[in-house]
């Protein structure tokens, strides 16, 4: 006989309808919190844990040496030297300047910086066989971190770094179907080995601003490079853009603004392909005045300025600021590469390796793979595509267009060498008060059938006599890795 | 124990009391007025007043819910929540709030004072926003801990750098860094230990919590009585919302307050009152117990009786053919017995009626004073055969 079921009467049942919800309710407010709690351990930890604010890291380094960091070839990069009777650690960058920024430096009482700082909780982490941890353990040892093994390729670096010589300036490059960088240089540079004992006069110096990587968070006009921005622009918004032509007479007036084509040189009658080629000023800025200003806009922002990019050293964002109030005159040197715009080496490298590849930004990267310190992998990273910039048919015309810039164009001293070449130069005026003082750029890809590097170089402050020098100094770089 | 429904008042002005002691005299503790000392024992009121005011609520949501009374009920509460609020025990009055909510949907089954209750909350709560600079402090680190850092953000980032190092099984217990972790011992206790013992453990731990909660809300549906129903479920909340603050407070889900987790905690009031808590709970539970025991005792009771009563008039029936006075006394006998089959009770009043006529005299009345000792173990068999089916059933 049930008699419980006799003593809740349907009375009783209602009653409790809303102690029965209120629990429901608790319940899954409980279950959403350990929901976030999963997601924050499995997505979002890892990013918390290194923020400089965290002292636990400087824990782990009590009981585990910090790893070293490696080219793709295995040339040490940087490492803890274990020296001396009472086991003092000192950290050692064996290439000193070569690569000061993008390995960056790891002091107690600096901070860490490039990637000493991204790859810190690898570097004190120790990945050793499970025994010998246990052993130094009992020993009271310390065990060894592990090994990031990086992208970079030395003799590259090294190539880019003579390459660039006295000049201030920046070299980054990359490969093109992957994404990986192999060389970031950026000078002037600084001994990280000495960094402590040099670091008021680093900090002081205001002309050089050694400490600064110019590859990432150096902004720059873009000067001529800008071309294959409003390129892309012009053949989006007109598809019977192999019919452009223009007639160039060295200058282009309109209203009070008259912009002068490089030296003063009249072109002649040019079609897109020639205007690209010899960087024509008056020609693109005749481009300009006809383009949609909002949808110049958005592909530029397609192309990602004014936005975050992808990689793990902090990029400053590139501006591009024309919208639909802007002046003609605004437009006009926008369109040919001065302007509001400014842009990184690092982002130009970008939109090079898009074209190069397709259409389509690979995700760059710098750590290849992570082992412990005898070599047994752990962890490896492979090619992430990033975003799809532009369609393949506007990256193989943009890719013709490029190749005519050394065939025919102000790119010619690549022409001829071991291996084929394309890519834009430029030359951006940057002060107009202090006679003509101006950056070059070069932005390009190799094996043009089949992308093989990318390379993005500027020099700061030559003056205008020299226009080739970023070009000159890529074909260096690029002549000592093909030969 | 029907006394304690009565004291709606008393209960109320013995909380209200303690809380403005508190708020006028203790000592300003890390920003927050909490306790005052006693000499060398040091007082945290607010936790003992909860306890107080969900006897409060309860007690006058009992004795009726219709408007006029709400209204009163709510206003006694406000002024609870408020001076909490004005001695900046954000957490405790945050509490307060929604128990009294909580309660006040349950108890007059209106889902219109819940939303109205909210909207209430959620008014106050941006006034309060735009009035106190220690809540607009609180929210903004609550958004971006590492920008608001030197700002209280620090609190929440050594938190999360604590959980985050932990892992899912933790550093190990001694070898994680709590000295860190600012407020451990009581605040902050959920980040030192997921640090040390790892996430999965402090995920059980949080499902410990919830079968608490659980398990206290079924005693309250399982009650009859409402004022211990609403007691339960008062208690139940707040204990339960104690741990939601706590918990999502230092994981950064919701802003942090300053609240302890029960039973975790350091803290000797917080303590005291969360054993105080689950030993009425428990107390609530056995009165279930006895409730229920004492249900089931008087229905069998009455079903007894109307056996025994068909019975009777079927052996009057019968007793009008027999003359044996033996009989009659086995009446008053059998009106004793609680039986399954009438059957064997036939048989035995069969031999008892043998033995009856074997020789005994009649003035010795043996049969109605006492039970025979043959009767007794029967009864105590069948009590125990039907506890057995009652649990089954159960």
């Known amino acids: 006989m049930s008699r419980n079921s006799g003593s809740k009467d349907s009375g009783e049942r209602v009653r409790n309808k809303e102690f029965a919800r209120v629990t429901y309710f608790f319940v899954i407010l409980f279950i959403a919190l350990m929901g976030y709690l999963v997601y924050f351990m499995v997505v979002r930890a890892k990013l918390v844990v290194n923020s400089p604010y965290n002292q636990r890291q400087d824990a782990y380094a009590d009981t585990i040496i910090r790893g070293s960091i490696v080219d793709k070839n295995g040339n040490v990069l940087a490492q803890t030297a274990v020296g001396g009777d009472d086991g003092s650690e000192t950290r050692e960058y064996p290439y000193g300047e070569v690569f000061a920024h993008v390995i960056g430096y790891s002091d107690s009482k600096l901070g860490t910086t490039g990637l000493e700082s991204v790859e810190n909780f690898e570097l004190l982490t120790s990945n050793a066989f499970f025994l010998e941890k246990l052993q130094n353990e009992f020993s009271e040892k310390k065990n060894r971190g592990d090994t990031v093994v990086t992208t970079l390729d030395a003799n590259l670096q090294q190539a880019a770094y003579d390459a660039l010589g006295s000049n201030k300036g920046a070299a980054i490059v990359m490969e093109a179907s992957t994404g990986k960088i192999l060389a970031m240089v950026s000078k002037p540079a600084y001994d990280p080995n000495n960094i402590l004992s040099d670091w008021s006069e680093l900090n002081s110096d205001e002309e050089n601003s050694p400490l600064l990587n110019r590859v990432t968070q150096g902004s720059y006009a873009p000067g001529s490079t800008f071309k294959v921005v409003t390129t892309l622009a012009f053949m989006r918004q007109n598809s019977d853009y192999p019919n452009y032509t223009y007639d160039c007479n060295g200058e282009i007036s309109q209203g009070d603004i008259t912009i002068h084509c490089f030296n003063g040189n009249a072109h002649g009658s040019e079609d897109l392909r020639s205007s690209f080629a010899n960087s024509c000023n008056s020609s693109f800025a005749n481009i300009g005045l006809g383009l949609d200003l909002t949808q110049y806009r958005q592909t530029a922002e397609d192309l990602l300025f004014n936005k975050s990019l992808p990689g793990v050293l902090n990029a400053a964002k590139s501006s591009f600021a024309l919208d639909q109030n802007s002046s003609e005159g605004e437009v006009m040197m926008t369109a040919m590469g001065q302007g509001k715009t400014t842009v990184s080496p690092y982002h130009m490298a970008l939109i090079a390796e898009a074209v190069a590849n397709g259409g389509t930004m690979m995700q760059p990267y710098l750590v290849e793979s992570v082992t412990n310190y005898t070599g047994s992998q752990i962890r490896k990273n492979v090619p992430k595509s990033y975003k799809k910039v532009m369609t393949s048919d506007e990256a193989a015309q943009l890719k013709e267009y490029m190749t005519a810039v050394v065939e025919e164009g102000t790119g010619s001293v690549l022409k001829g060498r071991s291996y084929t070449a394309a890519g834009k130069t430029g030359t951006a005026e940057y002060s107009m008060s202090d006679g003509e003082k101006t950056h070059s750029w070069f932005m390009g890809f190799t094996n043009v059938d089949n992308p093989d590097l990318v390379i993005s170089v500027i020099t700061e402050g030559s003056d205008g006599s020299s226009s080739g020098k970023a070009v000159a100094i890529a074909g260096d770089i690029l002549d000592a890795y093909y030969n | 124990m029907t006394f304690l429904e009565n004291w709606t008042y008393v209960y109320a002005a013995v909380g209200g009391a303690a809380l403005l002691i ?80 909580i309660m006040l949907y349950v108890a007059t089954r209106q889902p219109l004072y819940a939303i109205a209750g909210v909207a209430a909350g959620c008014g106050a709560a941006v006034i309060g926003y735009h009035l106190f600079s220690h809540i607009k402090v609180r929210v903004a680190a609550w958004q971006d801990p590492f920008a608001a850092y030197s700002e209280g953000g620090y609190q929440i980032a050594q938190s999360l750098f604590a959980i985050g190092s932990g892992g899912w099984f933790g550093t190990g217990l001694f070898r994680g860094q709590p000295d860190t972790i600012p407020v451990a011992e009581t605040d902050l206790i959920f980040s030192a230990m997921t640090e040390e013992m790892g996430l999965i453990f402090t995920l059980c731990l949080i499902l410990v919590c ?45 802003p942090l307050t300053g609240v302890t987790l029960p039973f975790v905690s350091y803290g000797g009031s917080s303590l005291l009152s969360t054993m105080i808590m689950f030993g009425i709970i428990q107390g609530l539970y056995i009165v279930r117990e006895d409730e229920e025991a004492e249900e089931e005792h008087q229905i069998e009771m009455q079903r007894a009786r109307q056996r025994n009563r068909s019975r009777q008039n079927e052996r009057r029936r019968q007793s009008s053919s027999n003359a044996k006075s033996g009989r009659s006394r086995q009446d008053g006998r059998d009106r004793r017995r609680e039986y399954d089959g009438d059957n064997r009770d036939r048989a035995r009043q069969r031999e008892r009626d043998l033995r009856n006529e074997s020789g005994r005299t009649t003035g010795k009345k043996t049969t109605k004073s006492r039970p025979r000792f043959e009767d007794v173990p029967e009864q105590r068999q069948q009590r125990q055969r039907r506890t057995r089916s009652e649990q089954r059933v159960r």
């Open chain 2, 22 to 101: 508190v708020a006028l005299f203790a000592a300003t503790l890390g920003g927050a007025k909490l306790s005052f000392n006693i000499g060398p024992v040091s007082l945290q009121p607010s936790e003992f007043v909860k306890i107080l005011f969900v006897f409060f609520v309860a007690a006058s949501l009992n004795k009726s819910t219709e408007f006029k009374n709400v209204v009163v009920t709510t206003a006694i509460a406000a002024a609870h929540v408020l001076i909490l609020v004005l001695s900046t025990d954000l957490g405790a009055a945050l509490i307060f709030f929604i128990v009294y909510l």
């Open chain 2, 210 to 254: 919830v079968s608490c909660y659980v398990m206290f809300l079924n005693i309250a549906m399982e009650l009859r009585n409402f004022f211990y129903k609403l007691v339960a479920l008062g208690l139940g909340t707040c204990y339960i919302f104690q741990v939601f603050l706590q918990i999502g407070g230092v994981t950064k889900f919701i």
